[in-house]
Structure formats: structure tokens, C-alpha cells
């Protein structure tokens, strides 16, 4: 394949597509998958607990993976490892579709997630290499936006493949879209890491990540990316309980009130795309926590007020989603642009910590969500004023290159 310049490069809408493709492959296969975990367990009668392993195993491979893409990304080159990634979800798409046991099932899963993440850590990395600090965040937002669609049809397909053949068929379904995908890539994605960098670190390259949690700025992006994200954890995590309890609605419903919060993030991705570049970052992201938190807290107390509507909790959301939206490019943008030639870990520890702090705070909001709806929105603030609170501590003159002398 012959080389390009970085300019062809960003001219290129296949590349664009490329990427936009290789960042949904990952939230497509989730989204689809979730409807199918009840058919999973009724067809090799295990209990609920074991057939859940197919979600929490798989966010433990993600979390892992994070920390090896990124690294294998700085060591040898973005398409190989993407190839590799994308391949494995291949393979992890067929052997859950084939499944004999739970086991293999599960093991699957784990796989599939494992290989498709390789997408969400790689692709960022990618823009970075192509467009350079200043239009990274513009372009992100564009991709985020329209990465969306995702998981919003990926429940409706998955449910009408499991209406009308099999839970198998999902997989299947992925496996034929990853295999295309890395047909395209081996045909049409170049290699966009500098030429004569080499990355001398161990596969899990502490160095990397120490040098980027000692500015406190880098950190604090770290942590506002994780926390972010987290409020929107809190929310999706703790709406199916309230939907199916609480206010006692029918399953059908769940796409009614989720949809606002996902075109919210398509919104945001789109304002990204549009005014990401010409607005300060750290401004930027600091306006955005702060709208996200005070929308948390118009929740409240619409609620304090004796409103008992699931709206009152969906609706703060859906803004909290248009604020994420906005706001995460540049933040990615900050913790990318900090790592200098590392960016590759840099892209799978943020990832990496997200995912942690994600899993974390589902798993707590698993309980307050039993308090109703205080607890989901109290668990949503909690995230939220964090997030505000550290990137407000930043100091705009010191988010440099955390490899600078």
C-alpha cells in the first residue's frame, strides 16, 4: 500500500466512514446482545447470575484489552493492531454462536467485547495522528455523533432476530459485520503513526501511565472523562429497575425513554463536531460538568416538588447526555495531546479508568436504584459534581505535553 500524506488523509471521507464503522462495531454488539441474555439462560438452563457473566466478564476483557491495544498500538503501528482487534471479534462472534455450553458462550462474549473495543481505543488515536491537536476534537465529535445510531437499533435488531429465528443469529449477524469491516481495513486504512518512533516499554507500560497521572491537569481530565461517563452509567444502569418496578411499565417502554438520552449524546457529538475547536477546552469542558450537574439537580427537585414522573429523571438526563456529547473530544483530546508520542497508551488507559470507575459505580447504583428515584439521580450528582469540581481545579497555563522536559 503506498503511503499518503496526512492532508490526503483527512480528505478522505472513506477513511471517515473507516473509522466511524471501527468505533461502533463495539456499543452494535452490546446493544445487540442485551435483549438476548433471558434466551441465553432459559436455553441452557443456568441461573441468572451465571447467564449476567456474558456482560460482566466482557466489561472485564474491555478494561483489560484497553491497556494492551493502546500499548501494541504505540509499539507496532495502528492498522496492525486494529486488524488483530477486529479479528478477534470475528472469531468470538462465531464461537458464541456456536455455543455448546454456557461456557463457551460466555467465553465468547468475552472475546467479541475484547476484540471489538479495539475500535473505541484505536480510533481516537487514529484522528489524533491524522488531524493533530487542533482539529481532533471537531472531527470526534463527528464520529461520537454518528456512532450513536449504534445502540440505538442494535436492541431492535437484536430483538427481531430473537423474535423471529435465534439469540445464535445475533452473533452471526456480528461476525459477518466485523469480517467486512476488516476486509475494508486490510484494503483501505494506512498506517498513521510517525514514522521512526519507536516504543521501547513493557506491554503494560506503568511508565506511560505514571507520566500521565503526575500533572494534576492531565489527571484531572482523566478523572472528568471517567466521572462523565459515569453519570451516564448511573442513569442507564438504574432506569431499567425503575422502569419495571418502580413505575411498573412494560419492557416495550424502555426505548421510549431511552431514546432522548441517546440522541442527547448524538447532539453533543454534533455541537463537538461543530464548535469543539473554537471554544477553549478547558472552558469547554468546564461549562459542560457544570451544566451536567446543575441538570442532575433540576431533577431533584422537580421530584422535591412532589412531581413523581420518570420524565423528571430522563429529561436531566437526555441534557446531562447533550453536555457529555460536547465536551468528552476535548477532554480526550487534552489526555491525547499530554502523552506526546505515547498517545496509544494514553487512549487505552483513559478507557481503561473508565471502564473501572464505570463498573464501579453500575454496580452501586444497582443498589440505590432500590431507593427509587432519588437514588439514581443522587448517584448521577454525586458523579457529576465530582467531575465539575477536579476539571475546575485546572489550571489552564499547565496543560502541556506531560512528556515535556
Not at 23 to 47: K, N, R, V, Y
Not at 118 to 137: C, E, F, M, N, P
Request: proline share 5%; charged share 10%.
Amino acid at each position: 500500500m503506498s503511503e499518503i500524506t496526512k492532508n490526503e488523509q483527512s480528505a478522505s471521507p472513506l477513511l471517515l466512514l473507516v473509522l466511524i464503522l471501527a468505533t461502533a462495531l463495539g456499543p452494535l454488539a452490546m446493544s445487540s446482545f442485551l435483549p438476548a441474555i433471558p434466551a441465553i439462560q432459559h436455553e441452557f438452563q443456568t441461573s441468572s447470575s451465571v447467564a449476567q457473566l456474558t456482560m460482566s466478564l466482557s466489561m472485564i476483557s474491555m478494561a483489560i484489552f484497553s491497556l494492551i491495544y493502546g500499548s501494541m498500538a504505540d509499539r507496532h503501528g495502528r492498522r496492525p493492531v486494529l486488524l488483530v482487534g477486529v479479528g478477534a471479534a470475528v472469531v468470538g462472534s462465531l464461537a458464541s454462536a456456536i455455543a455448546p455450553s454456557i461456557e463457551w458462550a460466555i467465553l465468547g462474549r468475552a472475546l467479541q467485547a475484547a476484540g471489538s473495543t479495539s475500535g473505541l481505543i484505536l480510533t481516537r488515536v487514529i484522528v489524533h495522528d491524522i488531524y493533530g491537536d487542533k482539529r481532533t476534537a471537531s472531527v470526534l465529535g463527528y464520529i461520537i455523533a454518528a456512532m450513536t445510531l449504534a445502540p440505538l437499533v442494535g436492541p431492535v435488531i437484536g430483538g427481531v432476530l430473537i423474535e423471529e429465528y435465534s439469540w445464535r443469529y445475533i452473533f452471526y449477524g456480528i461476525a459477518l459485520l466485523a469480517f467486512l469491516l476488516w476486509l475494508i481495513i486490510l484494503v483501505t486504512l494506512p498506517e498513521t503513526r510517525a514514522e521512526g518512533y519507536e516504543h521501547k516499554e513493557k506491554l503494560i507500560p506503568m511508565a506511560d501511565y505514571k507520566a500521565l497521572l503526575a500533572r494534576p491537569e492531565t489527571r484531572n481530565y482523566l478523572f472528568y472523562f471517567a466521572l462523565s461517563q459515569s453519570t451516564f452509567m448511573a442513569f442507564l444502569g438504574g432506569i431499567p429497575f425503575l422502569i419495571a418496578v418502580y413505575y411498573d411499565f412494560p419492557a416495550t417502554l424502555y426505548a421510549l425513554f431511552v431514546a432522548p438520552v441517546a440522541l442527547g449524546y448524538a447532539l453533543g457529538g454534533l455541537l463537538a463536531g461543530r464548535y469543539a475547536d473554537r471554544i477553549p477546552h478547558l472552558v469547554l469542558v468546564s461549562g459542560c460538568s457544570w451544566a451536567s450537574t446543575f441538570a442532575v439537580f433540576a431533577g431533584i427537585l422537580v421530584f422535591a416538588m412532589g412531581v413523581d414522573s420518570i420524565w423528571a429523571i430522563c429529561l436531566p438526563a437526555a441534557l446531562v447526555s447533550v453536555a457529555i456529547g460536547f465536551a468528552s473530544p476535548a477532554a480526550q483530546t487534552e489526555i491525547l495531546k499530554a502523552a506526546g508520542p505515547h498517545s496509544g497508551s494514553a487512549s487505552g488507559f483513559s478507557s481503561f479508568f473508565q471502564l473501572v470507575v464505570s463498573a464501579a459505580v453500575a454496580q452501586f447504583v444497582g443498589w440505590s436504584a432500590t431507593l427509587g428515584p432519588y437514588g439514581v439521580l443522587f448517584t448521577m450528582l454525586a458523579c457529576s459534581l465530582a467531575a465539575a469540581l477536579l476539571i475546575s481545579l485546572t489550571n489552564p497555563k499547565r496543560t502541556k505535553s506531560a512528556y515535556r522536559a
